[in-house]
């Protein structure tokens, strides 16, 4: 393992890594702090004034002050919306992965631990999990949804059930990941000892052998979250994600995509910038990560 | 009775879709309270496959397919694995071959021997960390209270070794089986080890089991030798006596090997050949083919263990005198 110094000296040294880790950081503070910083709250409908629709950039003709990036066809200003949008979006996303962590994590813990027909069953769900398309799975089951129940309650339960949909559609690569160093880590003298010590099987895997194959985990863990991030964008996109008074960042570049050919595409335009450099930056980060854990390319001042 | 008595041995490991071989094919051995057995043979004589069959622990897929391991009037081979888990680390502890690999990288010293502790005994976390400082200190690490924090990585190798043996005393075992304890150790760090071994069990009155291929360690430390050759014991004896006169070629053959027997200057003695494979052993005793008084009756007939070594024809005292 890396050390955490070393880990410091290995980000400090790598231009990609700064820019991009500058990058998220500041998206995720946006997103954090998006109630104290966004010039309006998009949620109050209180604020919101038709008069204030599709208003340009303020440095354009038309401007105003209050809305810098100009405003939407329903009169929120399209700066704080993708402040709370980001928020939504990563909300999403790190609670997608969390899901498919915890399931991928476990299934693949016990099917490498145990094998026999335990492994073999578990794998070929898997294999049958992953030959069905994530985005397929989740515009059927969304739609069941929006079909079955009214339009509140689908704007109260999207966000939990997106989470849900894109974690459990996503499990067997966190589960195929941590079954293949399993596989490596349980013939190691080290989980013979654990078991001469007399330690139950459920501690051996969780406490011995997972924090062994945590490495690779932590590499898809970054790329995944860009991975439902852009998951729950095309989703929204299609109309069957986020609700328009809850805007992800997917939902604010689709209700701009309508009014792009009537001349302001400041609406779908800002949000995909915005959408582009957080995917962007998780994955350049998710790569450096990868090389950096990877002890064939470990230098020495390390 | 004795405290371990084990009886008729077998492991069997599946070959194809219906046979099996045996890895062991036989083997009996007792031990008395406190007593130290030597178990010595070539890779691949069983020697490993035996220590792992006491604590129940044979990998998949091989199997235990006959025999009994009766330790204090209970067969270890029908506990539930509940039962055998209490035994496991607790009376019976294991000591292996390189300590490189047998701590656990990702996790402290101390996290990895106060687990140990908790698991067998109810105890708080300050109690168990006390107690494992005692150890570390009764294995002679030294400033043992910061080493508690250490990973295994930040200790050299003859360091790490003791901490395997403080985890393995924790508990007051009554049996400790060390499996190759000085293989994967520099030389000189071997013979202090090994005196280390043979201090605590002194001390402690507690049983050893000590396999290893090197028959000078096991003259030093053990006081029963057994010697096994492709999964049976050919010789047993107070180990004196068989260092002294061997009866059966293959601990004359070992002997012979040893650097300390041949004079200055001169090739050092081999064995002719090498150790058949379990699954192509050949009829007879399995030393036949290696062996320079083979007859035809070792080529027909397994010998019987008997007076102490399984040969028809046995090196004699009067003929290892003259």
């Known amino acids: ?302 | 009775m004795a405290m371990l008595e084990i009886e008729d041995l077998h492991v069997a490991f599946p070959k194809g879709k219906k046979a099996e071989v045996e890895a062991l094919r036989g083997v009996n051995l007792k031990l008395e309270k406190g007593e130290r057995l030597g178990v010595v043979g070539e890779s691949g004589a069983g020697k490993s496959m035996l220590a792992f069959s006491i604590l129940n622990l044979i990998a998949e897929p091989g199997r235990v397919s006959q025999g009994s391991v009766v330790f204090h009037g209970e067969n270890l081979l029908e506990l539930s694995e509940r039962d055998i888990r209490g035994i496991r680390g607790n009376r019976i502890s294991m000591i292996f071959q390189d300590p490189m690999v047998t701590l656990n990288p990702v996790l402290t010293i101390g996290t990895q021997m106060v687990e140990t502790l908790k698991a067998h005994r109810k105890i708080s976390d300050a109690a168990a960390r006390k107690l494992c400082i005692a150890k570390l200190k009764e294995v002679a690490i030294p400033s043992a209270e910061s080493r508690l924090g250490a990973y295994p990585h930040e200790l050299s190798g003859g360091l790490r070794q003791r901490v395997v043996i403080a985890i393995a005393l924790l508990t007051d075992p009554e049996l400790i089986i060390a499996d190759e304890p000085t293989t994967a150790l520099d030389v000189t760090i071997q013979a202090e080890i090994m005196a280390l071994i043979l201090k605590l069990c002194r001390e402690k009155d507690v049983a050893l089991i000590l396999i290893t291929h090197d028959l000078g360690i096991v003259a030093e430390v053990t006081e029963r030798i057994m010697i096994m050759y492709a999964g049976l014991c050919v010789e047993t004896g107070p180990t004196h006596q068989i260092i002294q006169a061997p009866h059966h070629p293959y601990s004359a053959g070992l002997l012979k090997a040893l650097p300390q027997f041949a004079g200055r200057g001169t090739r050092l003695y081999q064995i002719p050949g090498s150790m058949p494979p379990i699954t192509a052993l050949p009829p007879g005793c399995a030393y036949h083919p290696r062996c320079e008084r083979a007859t035809e009756l070792c080529k027909a007939q397994i010998p019987p263990l008997e007076h102490g070594h399984a040969c028809f024809h046995p090196i004699d005292q009067t003929e290892a005198a003259s």
């Open chain 1, 1 to 302: 393992m890396i050390s955490l110094k070393g880990f410091i000296t290995r980000f400090l040294s790598d231009p990609v890594a700064i820019v991009a880790g500058t990058v998220l950081l500041f998206l995720v503070l946006m997103a954090i702090f998006a109630p104290f910083l966004a010039p309006q709250n998009p949620y109050d409908l209180m604020q919101l004034d038709i008069m204030d629709s599709e208003m340009p950039p303020s440095w354009r003709v038309g401007g105003d002050e209050r809305f810098p990036l100009g405003t939407d066809a329903q009169g929120r200003g399209v700066l704080s919306t993708i402040m709370y949008g980001t928020g939504i979006s990563l909300l999403i996303g790190v609670g997608a992965v969390i899901v498919q962590g915890v399931l991928g994590v476990t299934l693949g813990l016990v099917a490498g631990y145990r094998g026999g027909w335990i492994d073999a069953f578990l794998m070929r769900l898997a294999d049958i999990q992953m030959s069905l398309s994530t985005l397929m799975i989740a515009i059927i089951v969304l739609a069941l949804f929006q079909a079955a129940f009214d339009a509140n309650t689908y704007a109260d339960y999207a966000i939990f059930m997106l989470i849900v949909i894109i974690g459990v559609a996503e499990w067997p690569k966190f589960a195929r990941t941590v079954r293949s160093s399993v596989l490596g880590e349980k013939n190691k003298e080290y989980v013979d000892a654990a078991r001469v010590i007399g330690l139950p099987p459920r501690r051996i895997m969780w406490k011995h052998i997972l924090p062994n194959t945590l490495t690779p985990v932590l590499v898809i863990s970054t790329i995944q979250v860009a991975e439902a991030i852009m998951t729950e964008a095309a989703l929204s996109f299609l109309g069957l994600g986020m609700p328009t008074d809850r805007p992800s960042l997917g939902s604010l570049i689709r209700s701009g995509f309508e009014f792009i050919f009537s001349g302001s595409w400041w609406i779908t335009l800002y949000p995909a910038i915005v959408l582009v450099m957080l995917i962007l930056a998780l994955n350049l980060l998710g790569d450096w990560l990868r090389d950096v854990l990877n002890p064939k390319l470990r230098r020495g001042d390390d």
